[in-house]
């Protein structure tokens, strides 16, 4: 489908020519993150997630909701081509130290190609906010954290660095090339299985200029600055978490509208 870029343009708050550039790559990445929630509601309301493009496009940007991996980078995806970058979908799984270990289709991340190459993903929940090099393992440096990119040719790994100084475990991908179908049966699992953390309460979550809001069930938790993981200068002790119960379902929907403008 074409996408509509001054729609989509619109439902993240940018404006003027969007070349397909480093710059502009970054811009939309940031953008992005701070507009559209990462939130698994549909699969608590009993609506089922089809990876569709047009399915994609109503849902993040008509209806202006959220979604996990699969709708943030597969919408993504789709409005990067059609603004001339050249994108590959690439499969991930989620903490995997090795490619046999964690669940297939678990996660999708993006690969674009540049004059450098980088890896993208807006769907990730509290991850990186703008892309990373993925041909450079030296670690990167951004306000909410220092990660990592490693890889072979043929697999690679995403880390985030702890306080402690450790690396963890994001995810490792794979450097080849997928389709939006091909993650269908990791996205029926998700909203499916009950095993999966995604079927076992609501969340929706969102990064702001300075932290973060989440919404976990019936509690909000508002959180200032990035000391949940070390930044550049190690200044860990900056962020300032808040956390409160509702008192009832009433409240969880007034928040939800009135903090992420969503309404069942």
Same mark, same amino acid.
């Not at 994609?56 to 789709?78: D, I, P, S």
């Not at 306000?143 to 963890?168: F, L, M, N, Y």
């Not at 049966?185 to 990064?207: I, K, V, W």
């Given at each position: 489908? =074409?996408?509509?870029?001054?729609? $989509? %343009?619109?439902?993240? *708050?940018?404006?003027?020519?969007?070349? /397909?550039?480093?710059?502009?790559?970054?811009?939309?990445? $940031?953008?992005?993150?701070?507009?559209?929630?990462?939130?698994?509601?549909?699969?608590? @309301?009993?609506?089922?997630?089809?990876?569709?493009?047009?399915?994609?496009?109503?849902? !993040?940007?008509?209806?202006?909701?959220?979604?996990?991996? $699969?709708?943030?980078? *597969? &919408?993504?995806?789709?409005?990067?081509?059609?603004?001339?970058?050249?994108?590959?979908?690439?499969?991930?799984?989620?903490?995997?130290? *090795? @490619?046999?270990?964690?669940?297939? @289709?678990? +996660? !999708?991340?993006?690969?674009?190609? !540049?004059?450098?190459?980088?890896?993208?993903?807006?769907?990730?929940?509290?991850?990186?906010?703008?892309?990373? &090099?993925?041909?450079?393992?030296?670690?990167?440096?951004?306000?909410?954290?220092?990660?990592?990119?490693?890889?072979?040719?043929?697999?690679?790994?995403?880390? %985030?660095?702890? /306080?402690? *100084?450790?690396?963890?475990?994001?995810?490792?991908?794979? &450097?080849?090339?997928?389709? !939006?179908?091909?993650?269908?049966?990791?996205? =029926? $699992? +998700?909203?499916?299985?009950?095993? %999966? +953390?995604?079927?076992?309460?609501?969340?929706?979550?969102?990064?702001?200029?300075?932290?973060?809001?989440?919404?976990?069930?019936?509690?909000?938790?508002?959180?200032?600055?990035?000391? %949940?993981?070390?930044?550049?200068?190690?200044?860990?002790?900056?962020?300032?978490?808040?956390?409160?119960?509702?008192?009832?379902?009433?409240?969880?929907?007034?928040?939800?509208?009135?903090?992420?403008?969503?309404?069942?």
């Amino acid at each position: 489908m =074409d996408i509509d870029i001054a729609a $989509y %343009s619109a439902r993240i *708050g940018v404006d003027g020519p969007l070349p /397909p550039t480093a710059a502009t790559l970054r811009r939309l990445h $940031y953008a992005h993150m701070l507009a559209v929630p990462f939130e698994n509601l549909d699969i608590h @309301w009993g609506r089922p997630i089809v990876l569709e493009e047009r399915r994609l496009f109503e849902k !993040l940007v008509t209806q202006r909701r959220g979604g996990f991996c $699969y709708e943030h980078n *597969g &919408l993504f995806a789709a409005v990067l081509r059609e603004l001339g970058f050249a994108v590959d979908l690439l499969e991930a799984r989620v903490g995997a130290k *090795g @490619w046999d270990d964690g669940l297939p @289709w678990d +996660h !999708l991340t993006l690969l674009v190609a !540049l004059k450098e190459r980088w890896l993208v993903d807006v769907g990730f929940g509290d991850g990186f906010r703008e892309p990373l &090099l993925l041909d450079d393992a030296v670690p990167q440096t951004r306000a909410e954290g220092i990660w990592r990119v490693q890889h072979d040719g043929c697999e690679g790994r995403h880390s %985030s660095r702890t /306080p402690a *100084g450790d690396w963890k475990p994001e995810y490792r991908f794979r &450097l080849r090339p997928c389709q !939006l179908a091909d993650f269908k049966p990791g996205c =029926d $699992y +998700h909203q499916n299985s009950t095993e %999966s +953390h995604f079927t076992q309460q609501r969340m929706c979550s969102l990064a702001t200029k300075t932290g973060r809001i989440t919404l976990s069930d019936r509690r909000l938790i508002v959180t200032e600055g990035f000391s %949940s993981r070390a930044t550049a200068s190690d200044n860990s002790g900056d962020a300032r978490r808040q956390e409160r119960d509702f008192a009832d379902e009433a409240e969880f929907q007034q928040v939800l509208r009135e903090r992420f403008g969503i309404v069942p």
